[in-house]
């Protein structure tokens, strides 16, 4: 199956900092998602991004598909940035989950 | 829109029985139902996928006769724990994806199940 490298795994950041997440994949995918874990659990949807780039306020990111990673950047952290990011990749159904990066960022 | 709940979001069972989680599109019909497991500080394991009206196609080393899915509506999903253990104790999340839509997965809020 598809692997999925996530990188760094732990980052801490002051409040304000900009930062980049990295998704690293072995294969080629139609799917590519990256999600905020809340302290609930829920997955929260950032983007679905198999390739190009988006922005959505804060944040943005990058796909390109032909050198099988992602970049997921958080501009001017919040406290309310913290948890845990996943990258998630797929080809047709199987969809595969990065180990994570858990953000803290301290006020 | 592009809903998807589950229900319950938090049961406490007892070792031996048997509980039932489902998993809904509220405002798309998904022909293709996923359902994931994720251990404390871990990272999201695919259990199944199911699509509606036939059987689900279980991931390695998920215990079919255990976990048993059914998808019978292009807006229900349930798994069933059969026989629960306190090793069955997750966290269990569903998605799923639009008829006709992108790859994209749509997910659930979760199901956190505590076997004691």
């Known amino acids: 199956g598809i692997q999925v490298e996530q990188s760094p795994p732990d980052l801490i950041l002051q409040e304000g900092a900009n930062s980049t997440l990295r998704c690293n994949f072995s294969?080629?995918?139609?799917?590519l998602q990256w999600f905020h874990q809340n302290p609930w659990g829920q997955l929260i949807n950032l983007f679905y991004?198999?390739?190009g780039t988006k922005q959505n306020g804060r944040l943005s990111a990058t796909t390109v598909a032909t050198e099988r990673y992602s970049l997921l950047y958080i501009s001017s952290s919040q406290t309310t940035d913290s948890g845990v990011y996943f990258c998630?990749?797929?080809?047709?159904?199987?969809?595969?989950f990065g180990a994570g990066t858990r953000l803290t960022v301290k006020p | 829109g592009a809903v998807v709940s589950q229900h319950p979001s938090r049961v406490i069972c007892k070792s031996g029985t048997s509980v039932k989680i489902e998993c809904r599109s509220l405002?798309?019909?998904?022909?293709?139902m996923f359902w994931y497991r994720q251990f404390p500080k871990q990272s999201l394991m695919l259990m199944a996928t199911?699509?509606?009206?036939?059987?689900?196609?279980?991931e390695q080393g998920v215990e079919k006769d255990k976990f048993l899915i059914n998808h019978a509506s292009l807006t229900l999903s349930t798994l069933t724990v059969t026989s629960a253990h306190p090793e069955d104790s997750s966290f269990y999340i569903c998605?799923?994806?639009?008829?006709?839509?992108?790859?994209?997965?749509?997910f659930g809020p979760g199901t956190r199940l505590t076997v004691t």
């Open positions: 294969d080629s995918v139609n799917n």
């Open positions: 405002d798309f019909q998904a022909t293709t």
């Open positions: 199911s699509n509606e009206g036939s059987k689900a196609t279980y």
């Open positions: 998605s799923a994806r639009a008829v006709g839509g992108p790859y994209e997965q749509y």
């Open positions: 998630a990749v797929a080809l047709g159904n199987d969809m595969r």
């Open positions: 991004i198999p390739s």
